[in-house]
């Protein structure tokens, strides 16, 4: 019985197999032990497989694929329409099994090692960035309540904890003091591990020919240049911008019906990192149009005389992501005038 597509449920250790051959005819739906997973692909013919996209699904795909076999991952929630009725691995495996011969199905890239590499070091700086927020937002709750106010930014933040360090101690009892000595050691050595993860991935950056292309696009700096394209590779999964966008979570919803239009806010699908990033980058170029205003660009500027500012950050990302679809796929430069 020749098995054509093959729909695996992933876990830590105990994994459901769901073949079926050509005409639809159910093969096996058996469960196997993590040891046992690739001896059992590799005594297979060549086959299709689909498995839901997750943390360990990326290093699966490599290794099915090195046996021969084609992988497609999906979105867990476009598998979950194919659940018919109830909760098991059979039930799950069987439904990626199905969804992955729909032919209107959605797959995602399967990444490469050095992509997952540089994505280790994003989540971990991602990780002591909210560390160091959430540390700055305890001292200024903490000290508040002695009056002492700490200006707005985490670089003041920073600032008062290394002015604390070197001797300006403020008005309060002592065990106070003891524990604002040992937060602003925390806050600076935070501070300081992420200039660490900055200048890590601006050299790992400077290596990759894709990163530094995407850092000629006004408001894309190093950090957002290289998530874009260790998540996203060189964009060729995407048809178009608006599709690369939508997939960022940067398009407005869709509740038309009855020949009514009716546009809603961004979906917020996707990647937050990335989108969050890119809607950082947009800021900050807002500030700087601000600032400069001779070198502002026209859509920009006629867009905020007519919406709030936010709104028109959103919408500069939003375009900015086309924009970094095209320089992607066609790898080549930022052209300002073209674009």
Known sequence: MQVTTIGLDLAKNIFQVHGITADG????????????????????????IGMEACGSSHHWARQFQKLGHEVRLMPAMYVKAYVKRGKSDAID???ICEALTRPTMRFIAIKTEEQQGVLFLHRARDMVVRQRT????????LLGAFGIVIAQGVGRAVKFAKAVLDGERPSIPEVAVDVLTNLCNQMVALHLRILWYDKRILLEGRRD????????IPGVGPVTASAIVATAGDGHQFRSGREFAAWLGLTPINRSSGGKERLGRISKMGDRYVRRLLVAGMTARLKHMKDNPDRADPWAVALLDRKPPRLATVAMANKTARIIWAVLTRNERYQPHAA
């Open 93 to 95: 495996a069987e439904a």
């Open 209 to 216: 020919r894709q990163v530094m292309l995407l850092r000629t």
């Open 134 to 141: 959430q540390l700055s937002n305890m001292l200024r709750g």
């Open 25 to 48: 005819t159910v093969a096996f739906n058996r469960s196997l032990g993590r040891a046992q997973l690739l001896e059992f692909l590799e005594k297979l013919d060549p086959c299709l």
